[in-house]
């Protein structure tokens, strides 16, 4: 994967490396990723806290929502 310095994949990569111990974390695509953290980071249905605390440096509106649907989800939840 060629990565563009500044572009949002390229942020995503830099600030995975606290989640992915990797030496090329270029290697991974990004669904890759998105199982890595579900598998060793608690990433699941309602728990997207290694998420917001990436996309806090991609994306502002990205979080704002994914905030707004976690509420969401844990009330659903919360109502089975």
Known sequence: MVLVKGSP???WKIYL????NATNN????ILQD???LKANHDLE???YDALLDTFQYIDQRAVRRMKQ???????MLRNQ
């Open 9 to 11: 994949t390229y942020i």
């Open 17 to 20: 490396e606290k989640y992915r």
């Open 26 to 29: 270029n290697e991974y695509s």
């Open 34 to 36: 998105f199982d890595h």
């Open 45 to 47: 249905v309602g728990k």
């Open 69 to 75: 649907n976690t509420e969401k989800t844990r009330c």
